[in-house]
């Protein structure tokens, strides 16, 4: 089931058992959400780190944090970060796809809150990323949480 609040993932964070976010493959968290994720939940961006900087074979995988409550996963849903300063989109819908299936295997029947993954800052169309969500989280309890400040 996925249901739809208003707020900020962050503050709401406690309400889950697992929170999930997009990343590069640049281990930066230097915009959109993950600063925020990196200054709450250092263990997420340590995680981050101890992967290679600019691997594209993280594309469709994930790492998360042990020692949180909530989980922290970082899911590599995109190789770079400046794709719309030339017109196109940093998200891959393919490796999305991928991270929220190896998510879901990992953390089935947790409850799960994310934000709108990859339709800020990397680009992507909600509306494909809605879908995707669907199908990769079906028969989980998510909550997308739409940002406001």
């Known amino acids: 089931m996925i249901r739809y609040i208003d707020g900020n993932l962050l ?20 915009s ?5 994720i990196k200054a709450k939940f250092p263990e997420a961006y340590e995680v981050d780190c101890a ?5 594209r074979n993280k594309l469709g995988t ?10 922290v996963v970082n ?9 719309r300063a030339h017109g ?13 299936r190896a998510m879901k295997k990992k953390f089935s029947g947790k409850t799960f809150g994310l934000n709108r993954l990859g ?12 879908k995707i969500i669907e199908e990769e989280m079906m028969g989980e309890m998510v ?6 400040p």
């Open 32 to 36: 959109g959400i993950a600063p925020q």
């Open 75 to 83: 899911i590599y849903s995109q190789h770079g970060y400046n794709g």
């Open 119 to 130: 339709s800020g800052l990397a680009g992507g169309d909600w509306t494909i990323i809605e």
């Open 11 to 30: 503050d709401d964070s406690h309400e889950f058992d697992v929170i999930g976010h997009g990343c590069n493959n640049f281990c930066t968290m230097g």
């Open 143 to 148: 909550t997308i949480v739409n940002y406001v």
């Open 62 to 71: 994930i790492t998360h944090t042990v020692n949180t409550t909530p989980i």
């Open 51 to 55: 992967t290679i900087k600019g691997d």
């Open 88 to 100: 196109e989109i940093d998200l891959d819908y393919n490796a999305l796809r991928l991270g929220l």
